[in-house]
C-alpha cells in the first residue's frame, strides 16, 4: 500500500521538526528514497508512528494535524511522545527520529551545515532493494 500524499506532508513535517536544519532541497524525493529502501513491515510500523502523531496532535493540541501545529508545538508534541510512559509509544518516536535522520543525511546542504562535508552519502551495495 502506498503512502498518502498527507502522509507524507505529515512525515516530512515530522521531519523538520524532529532534525531541524536548513530547508533541504527535496524533502519529498528524499523521504521517498528512504522509505523505498525500507522493508515492508517497517514502512509500515513508520506509517502508524506517522498517524500516532498526528492523531496526538489532534487529540493533544486542538489541530488538525502536525502540519498545522507550529514549530514550537510541534516539537513538544514529538517531545511529549517521547518522555511517554508507554514503551511502544516511545519506540514509535525513535523509529520516527532514526527515519528523520536518514532523510536529512541524503540533503548535501544539510551535510555541509553539520560538517558532514558536500559528498554524497555513503551507498551500500545491495541495501533497500
Not at 11 to 16: D, G, L
Not at 40 to 52: D, E, G, I, K
Not at 70 to 75: L, M, R
Amino acid at each position: 500500500m502506498t503512502w498518502t500524499a498527507r502522509e507524507r506532508r505529515w512525515m516530512a513535517r515530522i521531519v523538520e521538526v524532529t532534525i531541524p536544519g536548513p530547508a533541504p532541497r527535496d524533502l519529498q524525493a528524499d523521504l521517498e528514497v528512504v522509505l523505498r529502501g525500507m522493508p515492508a513491515l517497517q514502512r509500515q510500523a513508520v506509517r502508524a508512528a506517522v498517524w500516532m502523531v498526528a492523531v496526538d496532535g489532534v487529540r493533544s493540541a486542538g489541530k488538525r494535524h502536525i502540519s498545522a501545529l507550529s514549530d514550537d508545538e510541534a516539537d513538544a508534541l514529538v517531545a511529549r511522545l517521547g518522555g511517554s510512559d508507554l514503551y511502544a509509544v516511545r519506540e514509535m518516536v525513535t523509529l520516527l527520529k532514526l527515519v528523520a535522520g536518514f532523510v536529512r543525511e541524503l540533503d548535501p546542504g544539510f551535510r555541509e551545515a553539520v560538517g558532514w562535508g558536500r559528498g554524497a552519502p555513503v551507498q551500500v551495495e545491495g541495501v533497500g532493494r
